[in-house]
């Protein structure tokens, strides 16, 4: 069965979308750690990232730095984290998060919000990518 990572990519399930390309997706987090908190996922189902092919892994860093990049413009954090976790969803995903301190990293302050709210954090943070 695909992971729901997949139905989003394939368009199968809604998301608010900040980046594509052939290689990888960047959506907004349904459940976000803070507004902006985006995930950058690649587009094959790949469920550890150390089975990653080096070039799509490279890839992978590249958009998350261009997309940290853009979440830092955008909402100046003290610094953007990125994680690789990996234990929600059976597909590898980079979570980046504006955080002001090592505990906003913390999944249990996970808040689902509303469509429109992530539509303006998308949107926002789509106005900074620059690739």
Do not use: Q
């Not at 979440?71 to 003290?78: F, G, L, N, V, W």
């Amino acid at each position: 069965m695909a992971s729901v990572f997949t139905m989003i990519i394939n368009g199968d399930l809604p998301a608010h979308f900040v980046y594509r390309d052939d290689v990888c997706s960047a959506f907004m987090s349904i459940a976000p750690l803070a507004t902006g908190h985006t995930l950058v996922v690649p587009n094959k189902e790949v469920d550890h990232w150390l089975d990653l092919d080096a070039s799509t892994l490279e890839h992978l860093m590249e958009v998350s730095r261009d997309i940290g990049a853009a979440i830092d413009a955008a909402y100046s954090p003290a610094k953007v984290g990125l994680m690789i976790a990996g234990l929600e969803v059976p597909h590898v995903h980079v979570h980046l998060v504006p955080i002001n301190a090592a505990t906003d990293l913390d999944f249990a302050n996970a808040k689902e919000v509303g469509s429109d709210a992530l539509a303006e954090a998308a949107n926002t943070i789509k106005s900074h990518v620059t690739r």
